[in-house]
């Protein structure tokens, strides 16, 4: 019984430095925002008033803070409804034995190693209306395919997403191919030898048995989509206008370029809340199966 008690008090002392850094730099972080999101204060000034949900009253009322909101469901159905698909077909073609894979998936997997801000600086002088892609369509004859990319207030949106698509496509790949490699190869020769073709096998036996790894990619691309600032601050700023704004660069615009940071915490916990909304299923589910199992 003393070793057991021995045991414990050693597993909770090497736990215990990240425990104190997860529980100051986190928690008390998160409730010191949600603290002062029911204040007006505006940074600069030393004493604050306590106002209670005013901000967030104020907040879903404000013309930008909806925009944004609207923007980002966008980009979030966008972005999951295409890097899933493409991730999937991605792995796919890698788990036929197919020639040069480790290059391939060096390929797909290149975009994850640069950092967001280089994807955005480089993808935004791709689409400079008077460079990038639009000299290569004017240098080829086909200036008719030419486009204003982010210049254009009505597709500037779609054009930030698809570099969001680009960026994290190989992520998706290589959580989907590691589920296929998982899969027994005993089921899918089985399922062969009982007269089942391609797709039958698909349907039947791979799209069920990657089901965690999709679930676990639409919790990890959702957290991505709805915390968007990198992309779209480096190429567009939220412009034109407020045609690619959303609600992480308001926060930051509100917070560190106005001074007020009430209005910019506040703004923080609707983002936390989105962001909970969707995750918080996702980790009673785990916690159920972990304890069935």
Avoid: C
Wanted: proline share 4%; net charge positive; hydrophobic share 60%.
């Amino acid at each position: 019984m003393r070793w057991v008690l021995k045991e414990n008090l050693f597993l909770f002392l090497l736990l215990l430095p990240a425990m104190v850094l997860v529980g100051v730099f986190i928690y008390y972080f998160i409730g010191w925002t949600v603290r002062v999101s029911m204040t007006d204060w505006q940074g600069l000034r030393p004493s604050y008033n306590f106002v209670g949900l005013r901000n967030f009253l104020r907040l879903f009322s404000d013309y930008r803070f909806v925009v944004g909101a609207k923007n980002n469901l966008f980009v979030l159905a966008v972005f999951i409804g295409s890097v899933i698909p493409i991730g999937f077909i991605l792995a796919l073609m890698l788990d036929q034995n197919v020639r040069f894979e480790a290059l391939f998936r060096s390929i797909f997997l290149l975009p994850m190693a640069l950092s967001l801000i280089v994807t955005a600086t480089a993808w935004a002088w791709l689409y400079n209306p008077t460079l990038g892609i639009n000299s290569i369509f004017q240098a080829l004859g086909l200036e008719r395919l030419q486009s204003l990319f982010i210049a254009d207030p009505n597709r500037a949106l779609f054009w930030v997403t698809v570099t969001a698509i680009w960026q994290f496509s190989g992520f998706a790949m290589a959580i989907y191919l590691a589920a296929l490699r998982a899969i027994p190869e005993e089921l899918t020769e089985a399922a062969r030898i009982d007269g089942a073709n391609f797709w039958q096998i698909l349907v039947r036996i791979t799209l069920p048995l990657v089901k965690p790894a999709t679930v676990s990619l639409i919790v990890l691309l959702t957290h991505v989509a709805l915390k968007i600032f990198d992309l779209v601050w480096v190429m567009t700023s939220g412009g034109p206008g407020y045609a690619t704004d959303v609600p992480a660069l308001y926060m930051f615009v509100t917070t560190f370029r106005q001074d007020r940071v009430a209005y910019g915490a506040a703004i923080a916990v609707v983002m936390f809340v989105f962001v909970m909304v969707i995750i918080g299923p996702y980790l009673v589910y785990n916690r159920r199966k972990e304890v069935e199992l």
